[in-house]
């Protein structure tokens, strides 16, 4: 069974950092795809931040110069390190893995961030 759990969200104060973890396991996801998504109260699931297999990586506008996506192939992880915190990036925080069409789903980590 495929699973991804995130890890290291909480509350943060503006201007804090905060580094979020996804853990894959049941598959390994080094050939594929992988990304952070957010959903903030009312709004629509947005995507914060993509990775390639080959490291290539694509930021949400909102989070660039202030979040850096990265993976350990050799760990099945994937981490996303949150620095300059805004209390506009409170959301729930989820891990993404594509494989082919079929999208692999966390369950989400809490990211409050106070003014």
């Known amino acids: 069974q495929v699973q991804l759990v995130e890890s290291g969200g909480g509350l943060v104060q503006a201007g804090g950092s905060l580094r979020l973890s996804c853990a894959a396991s049941?598959?390994?996801?080094?050939?594929?795809?992988m990304g952070w998504y957010r959903q903030a109260p009312g709004k629509q699931r947005e995507l914060v931040a993509s990775i390639t297999n080959s490291d290539d990586t694509v930021y949400a506008d909102s989070v660039k110069g202030r979040f850096t996506i990265s993976r350990d192939n050799a760990k099945n992880t994937m981490s996303l390190q949150m620095n300059s915190l805004k209390p506009e990036d409170t959301a729930v925080y989820y891990c993404?893995?594509?494989?082919?069409?079929?999208?692999?789903w966390g369950e989400g980590t809490l990211v409050t961030v106070s003014s």
């Open positions: 993404l893995a594509s494989d082919h069409g079929m999208n692999y």
């Open positions: 049941g598959r390994n996801f080094n050939n594929n795809p």
